[in-house]
């Protein structure tokens, strides 16, 4: 199908907002805003609010303003990170965001204000520019570009004539079927979820010499794919500006759910829209060099990191991205009297000082000392995204239940080295990028055991930022949060007692996890759920795998250990094991674990009755049969 062929069979009816774009400019509205912020609400049209605003990043949320700043990269410099302190201090609760796009989000913003918070921001050359709706979104790349070991090429030039060719720029002002989401990384370590957009360039080498492969079509759920695409650093703006005008040519503009690039692209195919970018521009087509990208980062292994220039970087983790006006204004403090006058806001929304000659000074800070219980694994890579109290998408609060989390989890699984990568999102939105985590959440309604309705989440595992990104498999669906911390639990323990030195969970998940059928992994998670809640004895997992993903066997061999782990005794006479010779069973009884020991609940003796049933024809072949009978 060519890409007018998709574009017409798509274009017989446009969706609302695509109506409302007719009316009128986004560029007028904001030229409005000294009369908006005088003549108050009643001043504001209905697709005022509902697009035109948010065109420029301003979006309202009850009787306030959450305004997005566009922070390039996510690099500022102090007097502008004093500067968002201060907005946010004076006119904002104090209250800042750190999100995963690199930039920052003031909240509870009053409509006199707006215009005054806009101008300040101008002033120090920041803008809130087409950072919503249908808008080339902020440009991503690694927090340390420039300054970490592993940065092979800096980014951030390239990024700058990236974002002329849009910013500002009537043309583009809210003018695409869709938000576009890009990123650029010159880096070996994988720091931005670099295949997560719609539009990326990968560090990459062909013929010697380094440049960037294409991925396109990334979005919540799906990873961008190679475009069998390679260019050069002075090549990447030229190249950037066809592939947003084919998409703004062409893309969809019916259905908003599936107006985003990535479904153009399954309909036509990668390569006709490439053959198409490569028309609107002069580079000439190039397959794709070798990635060099890792998932494993390379600095980012303690929140202290030398760089290139011999000084220190250091990582203020920050939990949810929480963050204040007070301490940003702190932290620009440091920033310019012991450091460089540099900040750099990263994916895992926390902040970064750069250019310290010596830590000390900075750790012993107040500033240090207020977020140092956070300095560990569970907190240094985990993601939220803004929860039920200030978005209106969220079914859970989200930002709390992640911080309770982490803090349970370093206090009954304490890791002193390794990897893991949790993300948390509020709704199936997925704005905290769950898909790609070690261990992802995604916020739902749950029932709990009194049949109550409960915050819950759909427990994900096995996301992947590898050279080939990979999205999560779904572990458990709809778990109330107080039971989802206890399967996460048994999780890690199982990573903390066979990981390797310095292994990252998603290498631990290669290993050893992926030996297991996820419904196997998904009972061993529910069933020491289940013993825990009863004080009985964990269910281990053997150190080395032995049922390669066969669920009827890994089910048997589980039912054997349960039996054993809860009664003292070998279900069978003989030999355990999965080659073990079947004679001279113990007749049971559905209710016989329950009877041995009064601590089992009897749905788990029924269980593994059916687990370990002597007539091999009536055993349950798969976890789903098991798992209705816990349920």
């Known amino acids: 199908m060519t890409l007018q062929e998709a574009k017409d069979n798509r274009s017989k009816k446009i969706n609302k907002v695509e ?43 009850d009787n306030d303003f959450m ?17 968002i302190g201060e907005i946010a201090k004076e006119y904002g609760n104090d209250y800042i965001d750190l999100t995963t796009r690199m930039q920052v989000e003031l909240r509870y913003i009053k409509i006199e204000d707006l215009l005054t918070v806009i101008n300040k921001l101008e002033s120090v050359g920041i803008t809130t520019f087409q950072t919503g709706v249908d808008n080339l979104r902020n440009i991503v790349t690694d927090p340390l570009d420039g300054f970490a070991h592993d940065n092979v090429i800096e980014t951030f030039p390239i990024l700058q004539k990236m974002q002329d ?17 890009s990123a650029i990384l010159g880096s070996l370590s994988n720091s931005c979820n670099i295949y997560g957009h719609d539009c990326s360039f990968v560090l990459a080498q062909k013929d010697g ?49 599936k107006n985003r690039l990535y479904y153009l692209l399954q309909d036509v ?41 011999g000084k220190f970087a250091y990582k203020l983790i920050v939990p949810s991205g929480i963050f204040s006006g007070s301490d940003m204004i702190e932290a620009a403090n440091l920033a310019s009297t012991i450091g460089n006058g540099k900040l750099r806001i990263s994916y895992d929304q926390n902040l ?8 000390k000074q900075l750790e012993e800070s107040i500033l240090s000392s207020k977020y140092s219980e956070f300095n560990n694994i569970y907190f240094s890579d985990m993601i939220a995204c803004a929860g039920t109290a200030t978005c209106s998408f969220g ?65 994900f595992i096995g996301g992947k930022i590898t050279k080939e990104a990979k999205e999560a498999k779904i572990l458990h669906k709809a778990l109330p949060i107080t039971e989802a911390k206890i399967h996460i639990k048994h999780l890690l323990l199982l990573y903390k007692e066979y990981k390797n030195i310095n292994e990252s969970f998603e290498e631990f998940e290669d290993r050893y996890l992926n030996q297991f059928s996820k419904g196997a992994l998904a009972f061993f998670t529910k069933v020491n759920y289940i013993l825990e809640k009863n004080q009985l004895p964990r269910f281990e997992l053997p150190k080395i795998p032995q049922t390669h993903k066969y669920e009827a066997l890994e089910i048997f061999d589980f039912g054997l250990k349960l039996y054993k782990l809860l009664t003292k005794e070998n279900r069978y006479e003989g030999t355990l094991g999965l080659d073990i010779i079947e004679k001279r069973p113990k007749r049971i009884k ?21 687990m370990t049933h002597e007539d091999k024809t009536k055993r349950a072949q798969v976890f789903t049969e098991i798992f209705a009978i816990l349920k």
């Open 590 to 610: 559905e209710d016989s674990v329950s009877k041995i020991n009064p601590k089992v609940p009897l749905n788990l003796s029924k269980a593994i009755y059916l």
């Open 165 to 181: 060719v849009f910013l500002k720029k009537d043309e583009y002002i809210g003018t695409l079927p869709r938000k576009f989401n």
């Open 19 to 61: 109506a409302i774009k007719d009316l009128k400019k986004p560029i007028d509205v904001y030229q409005q805003l000294d009369e908006i912020s005088k003549a108050g609400w009643d001043s504001l049209s209905k697709e005022d609010s509902s697009f035109f605003l948010k065109c420029f990043g301003i979006f309202i949320k």
């Open 395 to 459: 079914v859970i609060p989200n930002k709390p239940d992640a911080i309770e989390m982490s803090s349970y989890l370093n206090k009954n699984v304490k890791l002193q080295d390794g990897l893991v990568r949790i993300n948390w999102s509020a709704c199936p939105k997925g704005c905290g990028v769950h898909g790609i985590a070690d261990i992802g959440l995604e916020g739902c309604k749950a029932k709990d055991e009194d049949g109550n309705r409960v915050d819950g989440v759909h427990l």
């Open 352 to 359: 970064w000082i750069l250019g310290i000659k010596d830590t």
């Open 269 to 309: 195919g990668i390569y006709t829209f490439m053959n198409e970018v490569y028309s609107k521009s002069d580079i000439r087509p190039r397959d794709a060099g070798v990635v060099m990208v890792q998932s494993k980062p390379i600095n980012y292994q303690t929140n202290r990191v030398l760089t290139k220039d």
């Open 67 to 83: 305004i997005r700043v566009r922070i390039p990269g996510g690099q500022m410099n102090a007097t502008q990170a004093k500067m």
């Open 209 to 257: 010499e380094w440049g960037f492969n294409i991925y396109l079509g990334g979005k919540v759920g799906e990873q961008a794919v190679c475009a069998n695409a390679f260019v050069y650093k002075d090549e990447v703006d030229s190249i950037f500006k066809a592939i947003i005008d084919t998409f703004k040519e062409y893309g969809y503009r019916d259905n908003r759910n």
